[in-house]
């Protein structure tokens, strides 16, 4: 299963990029998330019951975070994607975890670990280093600001998955 999830995403990319050619980036999520929305909301309902479909007070949040999450990501990646290359999405897609264990530093003061830290230093190398081709005086030139967008993406989905834990008693499915 792990080979398939990444596969799939990884073609995502290469995909929506060849898409982006006749629909552009807000388009492309919507006819990604609209269906696929409706259908999980079905889902929600068979599994967990009508009572699930409530929002129980966090309308707001699950708003926000949703919209980050969802909008956010796939919007802001899609618009990176247009002018830059799928690899270079994969490869910032890729770092999540370590923009995880950042973000959780920052947001709940839990510092990583000095391994850790030294792993992200070296995957967010590796990842200039593939986007720049070694060439760092091409960094104001190319697809800088491209990969940026998409790196914007990936923390828009970080943020809304550790949003998960500001709407108390919701299950994965429902959040």
């Known amino acids: 299963m792990l080979v398939f999830a990444a596969v799939a995403w990884g073609a995502l990319f290469e995909i929506a990029k060849g898409t982006l050619h006749t629909l ?9 998330y609209i269906p696929a929305g409706l259908l999980m909301l079905g889902v929600l309902w ?11 007070g ?4 699950l708003f ?9 990501f796939s919007i802001l990646v899609f618009l990176g994607i247009a002018p830059s290359r799928p690899e270079h999405a994969g490869m910032t ?38 986007i720049t081709k070694g060439r ?4 104001s030139e190319g697809t800088l600001g491209a990969d940026l967008l998409v790196l914007a993406g990936v923390v828009s989905w970080v943020v809304y998955t550790m949003g998960a834990s500001q709407v108390p008693g919701f299950s994965t499915l429902r959040y």
């Open 136 to 139: 760092f005086d091409r960094l």
């Open 64 to 72: 926000l975070f949703g919209t980050l999450g969802f909008a956010g």
């Open 58 to 61: 966090f309308g707001l949040r």
């Open 93 to 130: 897609g890729a770092v999540e975890a370590m923009i995880w264990a950042l973000l959780n530093w920052l947001v709940h003061g839990r510092r990583p670990g000095a391994v850790t830290l030294a792993a992200i230093v070296v995957a967010l190398a590796g990842v200039v280093l593939v």
């Open 46 to 56: 068979i599994v967990e019951g009508r009572r699930a479909l409530s929002l129980d």
């Open 24 to 32: 552009d980036a807000f388009w492309l999520s919507a006819w990604r």
